[in-house]
């Protein structure tokens, strides 16, 4: 049953003439529900499937449940999604578009969350939307795609939300035997947990989130996701909103493609002013893509910040 595409590897003209390296973009934002979690949560659900879960349960309004949601509906599993009462309509439109159901349940995620786990019963399945090894099992083919048709870039630049593509991405390095690759790990300032957790050493949890980047709005990473940057090498951006919404709006003119801020933030980390970056000629950006931004939104987050 295909859950997930194979995804081209886009060189970047336009970008590789700016920054002055090859740039290319694993597009991501292709997969069939528009983000990357198509992988990891396409994987997960099979799996648990084989394993006789009879039913998945997500509590989450963005593009993880919608994923669930979306593999439910090609594995013939019934899929339910509890949602808080903050999920913007268009959302909650999207994951019952793909046959699941979807209960609105309380005014923040942890309440919506405290429930759909209350809802789990024994041959039920709770997907997790980024804290599970099959989740990282999964998203790890995108770089066993990328090992299959390119040689071995010199830097890896993704978001991090919670840090389950950070850690899908590094078992696919790893699987392929690219020990040295560096991951650039991007946030937006507001939405950076796992910065700041690298910097303490120990998971954080952010008091609140403030960056209109919601996909990346964990309040804390995994503790695996830590513990990734003692096993790999890890370096990390923190970029303003309005540098993520430029690099939304320059994947839109060049690229044609829509993506949310949390994409866009991978895009401006490429200006980071960062050893791994100064040192690379080929540079990968991982366009992990999303579904919650519109043409218009981006424009107006572009107005708006650029005011501010
Ligand atoms: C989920 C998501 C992220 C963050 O992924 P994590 O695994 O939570 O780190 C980034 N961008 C988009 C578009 C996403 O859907």
Redesign the pocket.
């Known amino acids: 049953m295909i859950t997930h595409f194979e995804t081209p590897l886009l060189e970047s003209r336009a970008l590789s003439r700016r920054c002055m390296k090859t740039i290319s973009l694993k597009m991501e934002a292709w997969q069939p529900t528009g983000?990357?979690?198509n992988r990891g949560m396409g994987y997960a659900c099979s799996i648990y499937r084989e394993r006789g879960a009879e039913r998945f349960i997500s509590s989450s309004g963005?593009?993880?449940g919608l994923a669930v949601a979306y593999a439910g509906r090609k594995l013939g599993v019934p899929v339910v999604v509890v949602v808080p009462k903050t999920t913007p309509e268009r959302a909650r439109r999207l994951i019952a578009r793909e046959d699941a159901e979807v209960i609105v349940h309380g005014d923040s995620w942890n309440e919506a969350d405290a429930f759909a786990r209350s809802l789990v019963h024994e041959n039920d399945a709770f997907i997790h939307?980024?804290d599970d090894e099959l989740l990282w099992m999964g998203?790890a083919s995108m770089i066993d795609e990328i090992a299959r048709s390119a040689s071995q870039p010199d830097a890896i630049i993704l978001?991090?939300?919670?840090?389950?593509?950070?850690c899908?991405v590094i078992e696919g390095l790893r699987r392929n035997d690219w020990h040295n690759v560096p991951v650039i790990a991007a946030e937006t300032v507001g939405a950076d947990s796992y910065a700041q957790a690298l910097k303490a050493n120990r998971v954080v949890n952010l008091p609140a989130i403030s960056s209109i980047a919601t996909?990346?709005g964990?309040r804390a990473?995994s503790s695996a996701?830590l513990r990734a940057a003692t096993q790999h090498p890890v370096e990390s951006a923190v970029v303003s909103d309005a540098a993520a919404v430029a690099g939304c709006l320059e994947l839109l003119e060049e690229h044609r493609v829509v993506?949310?801020p949390?994409?866009g933030a991978s895009v401006a980390a490429l200006d980071a002013d960062l050893p791994a970056l100064q040192r690379a000629r080929n540079v990968i950006v991982i366009v992990?893509?999303?579904v919650n931004a519109s043409v218009e939104q981006l424009h107006a987050w572009s107005r708006t910040l650029a005011v501010a």
């Open positions: 983000s990357f979690k963005g593009n993880a939307p980024f998203h978001s991090v939300g919670g840090g389950g593509l950070l899908g996909s990346l964990a990473v996701a993506v949310e949390a994409c992990c893509g999303g």
